[in-house]
């Protein structure tokens, strides 16, 4: 069993950049394909970021492509999502998500076993 805990998010002026963060606990975490995902108000969950179990395959959705950096720091258990070049439109809900049961990085959020509550970012115009 699995704990995840993000941080990091808030309140950034548009342009500006956060970096969020994963801890996990209670599991052996070079294991889990790590996600970021994500929920605007109104909107259905959606997929941001997936990284491999040792750092080397990422994956991005289109519309954080060239602003964010996803990676992981196996001795801390913990991964992260850099995101530069902020937009009102990234203002969501984001959630880490590990997966244990694809070897491979996946997208699909009905692959991912565990998640964290979520930590708020908001992008102000």
């Known amino acids: 069993q699995v704990q995840l805990v993000e941080s990091g998010g808030g309140l950034v002026q548009a342009g500006g950049s956060l970096r969020l963060s994963c801890a996990a606990s209670?599991?052996?975490?070079?294991?889990?394909?790590m996600a970021w995902f994500r929920r605007a108000p109104g909107k259905e969950r959606e997929f941001v970021a997936t990284?491999?179990?040792?750092?080397?395959?990422?994956r991005y959705t289109d519309f954080v492509k060239g602003r964010a950096t996803i990676s992981r720091d196996n001795a801390k258990n913990t991964v992260y999502l850099q995101m530069n070049s902020l937009k009102p439109e990234d203002t969501a809900v984001y959630y880490c998500?590990?997966?244990?049961?694809?070897?491979?990085?996946?997208?699909?959020?009905?692959?991912?076993?565990?998640w964290g509550q979520g930590t708020q970012v908001t992008v102000s115009s």
């Open positions: 990284i491999s179990r040792g750092g080397g395959t990422t």
């Open positions: 209670g599991g052996t975490f070079s294991t889990y394909t």
């Open positions: 998500a590990a997966c244990r049961r694809v070897f491979t990085i996946t997208t699909n959020s009905y692959d991912y076993e565990y």
